[in-house]
């Protein structure tokens, strides 16, 4: 088990392109979210796919899992197991400052949402963020993956960031 510490981030402007040294498309289907903030996903990206098991949240972290499981597998569950909605991203590598930041542009309803997260070895570590940066979003619970899929998912359109952020907290 790891224990995940993590900061997300709006995104000023483009100045992160720039500094992107590696990118990788990702599709995610939510299994099972809990009351106590627990959730189960399978993710996808171009070379493998697994399942993700995150505990309750302490904090700005949360115990989290992970398990590589066969392609075939994870592609059944988004069929089967998840609901019909997903989420799809390319997230984009972009070291700053001696952490490695990945920002998550977004596509199918979410299209146009840009994020940027990094994680940390502890919530009070010090880091410098980068010029790009925009508003912090950590603990805004409109712009939790797992949130932003049920509540826009099978919107059947492109949703803003501005209607995010019109939603409730």
């Keep these: 088990m790891r224990f995940e510490v993590e900061r997300k981030f709006l995104v000023a402007d ?4 720039a500094g992107v040294t590696s990118r990788r498309r990702l599709t995610d289907g939510l299994i ?3 009351a106590t903030g627990n959730k189960v996903r399978v993710r996808l990206d171009e070379d493998r796919a697994w399942l993700t098991v995150k505990g309750e949240r302490v904090g700005l972290g949360r115990p989290e899992f992970e398990y590589e499981i066969p392609r ?5 569950m988004m069929g089967l197991v998840c609901d019909t909605c997903f989420i799809e991203k390319t ?3 972009v070291p700053h400052a001696g952490l490695i930041w990945e920002v998550d542009v977004y596509a199918g309803t979410l299209t146009g949402m840009i994020l940027a997260e990094v994680e940390l070895e502890h919530e ?3 880091f410098e ?3 790009w940066l925009g508003r912090e979003v950590t603990g805004d619970p409109r712009f939790r993956q797992s949130a932003l899929l049920r509540r826009f998912g099978a919107a059947g359109r492109v949703v803003t960031l501005e209607e995010v952020l019109a939603g409730p907290l």
């Design 129 to 131: 963020p980068p010029p």
């Design 32 to 34: 099972g979210q809990f």
């Design 91 to 93: 997230r984009h590598c």
């Design 124 to 126: 009070g570590q010090a």
């Design 72 to 76: 075939a597998d994870a592609e059944s």
């Design 14 to 17: 483009e100045g992160w392109r």
